[in-house]
């Protein structure tokens, strides 16, 4: 799987329509059968090498393949390699995982919903599991269905990406206007994973929002003395640092996005004036 650095370098902006993205390649973690950790209760951490059988070997093979493609962004190829993966082991609640998020990729929700039920049934206690169908109930507009499942994946003891689903959470809760609920969830992400720019910006922008603009300063401030800054994080910055009447902070952030986003949507908008749109 790609390093945090890798992952974060490669998605572009931090909207809640973006990071759709973001949430799908997270999830991967628990594709892979021999990665213990972050399947979670998975019964595959019990099996050693020799217990495997001949099938699900060839499963497991078959799936590594399929993330590996998928991640690539390969995903009919990650898809047929999925179907070889079924058709050696129908009962690898792993690969029907990755085959829910191959068809949430496509937007075949009643084909991913299948699959995630499908994978539940076998391993319903997979933290992993639970994230993924929340999220695909997210984006069905199931608010509250979709909190359900990720507040039992957050209470998994043995959950080791409880960071992933709080964004994931708090995404959700915005999508539903439930600012002050997605504010607490960002929040609990954020002290588990300070790094994470996707929660950063989510709460800087949260907290604009609220004319809370230290607490918003602080975040985007962060974000955008990192290796992760985008146009869209400097944007929110100008916008931020504008409302508390920093002209040269704010300056500073606008030249910044002249010279390393000069074909930006933002940086129009900066030099329109649009502040508020």
Known sequence: MAGLVGRWQHFGRWTL??????ICIAALQGCAANNAAALGESEADLVTPSDESEARRRARIRLELAA????????????D??????????????ALNLRGLIFMRLNDLAQADDSFRRAMA????????LHNYGWLLCQQQKYADADQYFGRAIATPTYMARG???MARGLCQSRAGQLA???????KAYEMDAANPVVAYQLSSLLLR?????RAQFYIRRLNNSEFANAESLWLGIKVERALGDSVAMRQLAGQLRKRFPDSRELGAYERGAFNE
């Open 68 to 79: 590996n493609y998928f991640e690539m962004g390969q995903t009919a190829v990650a898809l």
């Open 181 to 187: 609920e997605a504010e607490q969830s960002f929040l």
């Open 81 to 94: 390699e999925v179907k070889q993966s079924l058709a050696a082991d129908p009962s690898y609640a792993d």
């Open 210 to 214: 609220r004319n809370e603009l230290t």
């Open 17 to 22: 329509t973006a990071c759709s993205a973001l």
């Open 164 to 166: 992933k689903t709080l």
């Open 122 to 129: 076998l391993r319903g206690n997979d933290a992993n599991l």
